[in-house]
């Protein structure tokens, strides 16, 4: 009745040697490893992407293609934005010469 047989919450999963029994390599973390071995790791082989992977890449393609037929005047969204621009500069310009024979009719 010494108590040797009883783990406490101490000692449970303590082995004589001080380290873990449930932690192997001797308690090392396997993922580290020095910058002189960082070289001579064995690289595996390239592992194809996952569907999500290959969907995001997918998307980011299509939207850089895009950007560049927009840029290139070549989508409609583009025609559309020039239009936009004509017309506010039309108005723009038709605002400023009222603006400017106003002043003029006042100054008279």
Known sequence: MG???IQT?????IDRGGKSQYRGGGGTNPRMMKM???GTA?????VPMTRRERE????EEKA???RKRHEAGLTEEYKRDM?????????????AKKAKEEEEANKA
């Open 42 to 46: 064995v690289v595996a082989e390239e």
């Open 64 to 66: 850089a293609a895009y």
């Open 36 to 38: 002189k071995d960082l």
């Open 56 to 59: 995001e890449k997918e998307k």
């Open 9 to 13: 919450e101490r000692t449970r999963g």
């Open 83 to 95: 239009a936009k621009l004509a017309e506010v500069k039309a108005r723009r310009e038709a605002a």
């Open 3 to 5: 108590g040797e047989g």
